[in-house]
């Protein structure tokens, strides 16, 4: 895969991550903390590829394996 490809599952996993969190900080009801969840699989989803197709990231990965189950509960 691309450099540039990494790259950008990487800053879009960290900024969706960011976004989804914001949202849920604001606590402004239940139809945007689902779709802060929704947010949250989708940056789990790219940085769980980001980490095992960039060999030196794999730790991150795996972190996002757990965080992925953890949101989907």
């Excluded at 969840?37 to 989708?42: C, D, K, L, N, Q």
């Excluded at 790219?46 to 795996?62: H, K, P, T």
Aim: overall charge negative.
């Amino acid at each position: 895969m691309s450099d540039f490809a990494l790259q950008a599952l990487q800053y879009y996993g960290a900024g969706s991550a960011t976004i989804a969190a914001l949202i849920l900080s604001l606590n402004l009801g239940r139809r945007w903390s689902g779709w802060a969840f929704v947010i949250f699989v989708t940056s789990s989803i790219a940085l769980i590829a980001w980490g095992f197709l960039d060999g030196s990231a794999e730790g991150i990965g795996v972190q996002n394996v757990a965080l992925l189950a953890i949101n989907c509960v």
